[in-house]
């Protein structure tokens, strides 16, 4: 098994591009997160979903888009770049609620936007 | 609403000696604990979870981590530091029945030898 797959590794971006980070799962986890990490800051929560065609925001939505269209695929979109999405971005799934089941990590995605 | 402190933000110890992370959260309700390693250029690992079976944990690589409800501290300790233990380290909380994580700001750990 892969687990979380995320691509790409890094990325470099112009103000106002858009791009979309992919993350992929073959533990048919059917929850997906994606989180932000900034420096002394830990991890914040973008957007997360509890199943297919199903997504919520978490604590730091805006800026960004999500889909679930199938149980393995959780794609990150950003439709208008800023400097302050310069982040490294992860993505996690688990088989059930945090409580009992352990969230699993990509490698992460690290995105520069200049 | 919850949150997380992790007091220092970088610790460094000599190897063999006593390793302490110190966590302290805030929760309305019981809290759900978390503890998770990040080697650099890679994600985050579950080193232990605290869900109120017993308030000493144990976890991988030789971590525990002790629950003080009085105290609201969760902090993580290994007796006897080894290089390999030098990464970043994050608390975490969820509440009862939720499936979100709320994370501290990390505390990164430098092992001299």
């Known amino acids: 098994n892969a687990g979380v797959t995320q691509t790409p590794k890094f990325r470099i971006l112009k103000i106002g591009q858009s791009m979309t980070l992919q993350c992929t799962q073959d533990?048919?986890?059917?929850?997906m997160y994606w989180y932000r990490q900034d420096p002394g800051m830990g991890l914040k929560l973008i957007y997360y979903s509890v199943g297919a065609g199903i997504t919520d925001k978490g604590e730091v939505p805006n800026g960004y888009n999500v889909s679930r269209s199938t149980t393995e695929d959780f794609p990150l979109r950003l439709e208008l770049a800023a400097p302050s999405q310069t982040s490294v971005y992860f993505c996690a799934s688990s088989y059930g609620d945090s409580l009992n089941q352990p969230q699993h990590f990509g490698d992460g995605t690290r995105l520069s936007i200049l | 609403a919850q949150s997380v402190t992790q007091l220092g933000s970088h610790v460094s110890v000599s190897e063999g000696a006593l390793v302490l992370l110190r966590c302290n959260y805030s929760s309305s309700v019981p809290p759900y604990l978390f503890w998770y390693v990040q080697y650099p250029n890679q994600g985050l690992q579950l080193l232990l979870k605290?869900?109120?079976?017993?308030?000493l944990v144990k976890g991988i690589n030789g971590f525990e981590a002790e629950f003080k409800k009085s105290e609201t501290s969760f902090h993580l300790t290994k007796p006897s530091a080894h290089m390999s233990d030098a990464a970043e380290y994050f608390c975490a909380v969820t509440k009862a029945a939720g499936n979100k994580l709320t994370f501290g700001g990390g505390t990164r750990v430098l092992v001299k030898p």
């Open positions: 605290y869900t109120s079976a017993a308030t």
């Open positions: 533990m048919n986890h059917n929850y």
